[in-house]
């Protein structure tokens, strides 16, 4: 050693004592030999409470994975990983290839994208069709599409299958075309066509999936499929691009439990390197649609939450929250329940509440509103037909005691 052991080791401690101050004072994690829970900023995180600094009251989520009620609650896990994420900077398109590749991998599909959700993937999606189709740059996306020098602008979708996230495939400046029975799919091909989009959850049309996917495909069209809200079960992530879609699409704020603004576009490798050219750091339809850096590394840590999942056990927890709000209303005069769950989209068990607001004194659409009005205010599904549901999926360790507790105390005292 040149320097004296002296010397370097008093400004080796003297470097420590002012890395450490310096991390403390920034709440950082330490570079060097970092601990797991050290690492986690969220103990300097949690010195301000932004939601009461804004005044914003926090909900227990009883409803679901509504965007209104900022969708998905992440797990701890996930959590943490959004938090690490933001500890240090890194090349955006080195993460964004990476993480596909990953998830990729783990979801059993050639190619795999984060997106900030599953209306930004169907836009990518449609962006690649585009781009393969008319063989152009995103940056004729869409101005040039559908002139002679890009004349290919067509999606096929089954008229029942039109709804509000069509907006995401106008944007590229594509045309829809609606069809209805089989022989109208078979005679909508044109030279134009560039995809197909298939709502998964509808369950409405003439044209199932095995049909839609053979006819498409004999046109070389690619077709994708929005399949959203459709985990679980856990096994529909690597299911649709089983079978031959091009092209899927998830939220990652839904089932998956990851961030808000995350989604994943899964499929055919080459589709998926065209919609990466669209996505940010680029410059295309997607550049609005930016996935920073703390949703990229939460999708992959929520994709690695989910495989460690079965659908069992999630439902068997979902149940057992369930019970213990309805044990809290054993004594609610005229009070019965029953479990609903939606076939497809959003494929979880709620508990469904229904009595007699003539004994109870209390209509369900007002216990709603009482609920909601709380602090921390509680979310409850739909009281159509006085019925109220309570979703527990999203809730929290614990919370169904807390909408337990408060949903016994407004049946109870309405006649009070
Ligand atoms: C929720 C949903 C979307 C949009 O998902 P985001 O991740 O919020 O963009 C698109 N399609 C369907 C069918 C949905 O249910």
Request: hydrophobic letters at 45%.
């Amino acid at each position: 050693m040149l320097t004296s052991s002296l010397a370097s080791s008093v400004s080796r401690r003297r470097f420590l004592r002012w890395s450490q101050a310096a991390m403390a004072a920034v709440g950082a994690a330490p570079l060097f030999g970092r601990s797991a829970e050290a690492a986690t900023p969220a103990s300097a995180a949690a010195s301000v409470d932004y939601y009461e600094k804004l005044n914003v009251r926090k909900l227990i989520n009883a409803r679901g994975t509504f965007t209104g009620l900022t969708a998905a609650v992440m797990p701890p896990q996930v959590q943490r990983a959004v938090a690490e994420a933001a500890l240090h900077p890194v090349h955006l398109e080195e993460l964004q290839t990476n993480a596909g590749a990953y998830i990729a991998k783990k979801l059993r599909c050639e190619g795999a994208m984060v997106t900030c959700g599953a209306s930004a993937a169907l836009s990518l999606a449609t962006a690649a069709c585009i781009q393969s189709a008319n063989n152009c740059l995103p940056m004729n996306i869409p101005q040039d599409i559908g002139t002679a020098k890009f004349p290919k602008n067509e999606v096929i979708v089954q008229k029942s299958h039109r709804y509000e996230y069509d907006h995401a495939m106008f944007l590229c400046g594509i045309k829809i075309v609606e069809v209805t029975t089989l022989e109208d799919y078979k005679r909508a091909f044109t030279p134009n066509t560039v995809m197909t989009n298939f709502f998964n959850s509808t369950r409405s049309g003439q044209i199932d999936q095995q049909q839609w996917l053979e006819i498409a495909h004999q046109h070389n069209v690619p077709c994708h499929l929005d399949a959203a809200a459709d985990m679980p079960p856990i096994e529909n992530l690597w299911k649709y691009t089983g079978m031959g879609f091009d092209l899927v699409a998830f939220s990652g704020g839904k089932g998956i439990r990851g961030p808000q603004n995350a989604g994943l576009l899964l499929g055919k490798k080459s589709l998926i390197d065209l919609a990466a050219q669209n996505n940010n750091p680029h410059m295309g339809v997607g550049r609005g649609m930016k996935v920073a850096k703390e949703q990229i590394v939460g999708m992959v840590a929520a994709v690695d939450w989910i495989l460690e999942q079965t659908d069992e056990g999630m439902e068997h927890e979902y149940i057992r929250r369930a019970n213990v709000v309805l044990h809290a209303l054993k004594d609610i005069p005229t009070i019965q329940s029953t479990f609903f769950t939606e076939p497809i989209a959003n494929h979880v068990p709620i508990l469904m509440l229904t009595y007699d607001p003539a004994v109870v004194g209390i209509k369900p659409e007002d216990v709603l509103t009482k609920l909601r009005a709380l602090n921390p205010s509680i979310e409850l599904a739909s009281g159509r037909d006085n019925t109220i549901g309570v979703s527990t999926w999203m809730l929290q360790p614990g919370e169904e005691l807390i909408v337990a507790r408060e949903l016994h105390k407004v049946l109870r005292s309405a006649k009070a």
